[in-house]
């Protein structure tokens, strides 16, 4: 089973399906916001942007974006399976406060460096060497990454 789900987590930040290349390939990438770490956590929010919860929801469990199911467990109804490779998020916001969620969606590594969970927000030029449709781009906008923000903060 974890096999599996490391294998639809690789799949699914892997740009070489023609489908979801074709469609990051029509959008023109957004400006990309700088952002800052403090004491393992990141306090402002991305660009300024306000998230809600209620998108959020949608793009942890949507394979084609956030996908972060294939490796951590929501309590979301009607799922038909989680990944485990990551802790459960139920409860999340219990134990980080908001602004460490914020650097642990956003840049992982800035805390383990040898994490296996994407960097959801690092910045583009940094990306070694990035697929095709995602030169110049981050795997999550900054709007989708305050929206799954907002998401988690809720998960009490
Ligand atoms: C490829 C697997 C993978 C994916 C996909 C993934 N994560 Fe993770 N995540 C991990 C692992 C493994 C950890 C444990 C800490 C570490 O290794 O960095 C983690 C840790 C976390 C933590 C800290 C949890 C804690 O209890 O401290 C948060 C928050 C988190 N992930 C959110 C997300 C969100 C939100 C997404 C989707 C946008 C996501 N992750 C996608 C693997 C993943």
Known sequence: MKIFF???????????????????MDEQPDAYCHWQVTDYAIVEPLCGLVGKAQRGR?????????NCLACHEFPIPDIEAYGNIGPP??????????????LRVVDTRKINPMSI???FYRDPLLINRPGKGYRGRTFLTAQQVEDVIAYLATLK
Do not use: C, H, K, Y
């Open 6 to 24: 490391l294998i639809l987590a690789i799949l699914s930040f892997s740009p070489a399906r023609a489908s979801d290349t074709q469609q990051v």
């Open 89 to 102: 998020l139920t409860g999340i916001a219990s134990r980080l406060p908001t602004t460490m969620i914020r």
């Open 58 to 66: 949608e793009i942890v469990s949507d394979s084609s974006r956030g």
């Open 117 to 119: 969970m994407p960097g």
